[in-house]
């Protein structure tokens, strides 16, 4: 497995703002995914975050909306854009290491808009 | 849709006894892993099984998968109280190189002493 660390932990943030949150990964990993868990629901795959290229998004997730980095193997950015209380979720990094189709997630952040 | 769907939603259970928990899928898959998520933490990864295969066991945790019934189950043996969380299973659909993890909403299980 791999240690994921994420930042912020949680946030409250102003409608119409941005917000970017970071997955950091103690080793060098395959893939990166983020993923979305609204209040009292499952988790929702965004897209996949592909080193050096525009990451793949899932529908109904739009790269205006949430514009993702990865700039080398072991780290991404995932920004949360014009927020509205609609977005009030807890938003999850995992990774893929190796071989392995296991994915290990981070602890998540929980964003609140007001 | 692939997304797993656990049942029961809701179980409770002595400490000690057995816990069994459901899913099913929709579509063939290339593996279905199982994860724990206590109150407000993240997820941890329990099992994965592939769809060649249809049992696994790691520790008090046996999982089983049968593909022709499109379902999986996961059993907690020894129950304890730490036990206590929220199981849900995701299946990795052929689509997406086995990447694409569609979750259900989970089976909250808590275990009394």
């Known amino acids: 497995s791999a240690v994921i660390s994420q930042k912020p932990s949680r946030d409250i943030c102003q409608r119409g703002t941005s917000l970017t949150i970071q997955c950091q990964v103690d080793?060098?990993?395959?893939?990166m995914f983020w993923y979305r868990q609204q209040p009292g629901q499952s988790l929702t795959l965004i897209a996949t975050?592909?080193?050096?290229?525009?990451?793949?998004?899932e529908s109904g997730f739009v790269i205006d909306k949430f514009p993702i980095s990865r700039p080398n193997l072991t780290f991404s950015t995932l920004t949360v854009s014009n927020m509205s209380p609609e977005d009030s979720s807890i938003y999850l990094c995992?990774?893929?290491?190796?071989?392995?189709?296991?994915?290990?997630f981070g602890p998540g952040t929980r964003l609140t808009v007001t | 849709s692939q997304q797993g769907e656990e049942d029961p939603q809701a179980l409770s259970i002595q400490e000690g006894e057995n816990a069994t928990m459901n899913c099913s899928y929709k579509?063939?898959?290339?593996?279905l892993q199982w994860y724990r998520q206590n109150s407000g933490r993240g997820l941890v990864h329990l099992i994965l099984?592939?769809?060649?295969?249809r049992e696994k066991h790691s520790g008090r945790l046996r999982v089983t998968l049968d593909t022709s019934k499109k379902s999986s189950s996961l059993l907690i043996t020894a129950s304890r109280a730490a036990d206590t969380a929220s199981y849900f299973c995701?299946?990795?659909?052929?689509?997406?190189?086995?990447?694409?993890?569609?979750f259900g909403t989970g089976t909250q299980l808590k275990v009394e002493l």
């Open positions: 099984i592939r769809s060649n295969e």
């Open positions: 975050a592909n080193q050096g290229s525009e990451a793949t998004y």
């Open positions: 080793s060098q990993v395959t893939m």
């Open positions: 995992s990774v893929r290491t190796g071989t392995s189709y296991e994915q290990y």
């Open positions: 995701a299946p990795a659909g052929l689509t997406g190189g086995g990447n694409k993890l569609t």
């Open positions: 579509t063939s898959i290339n593996n």
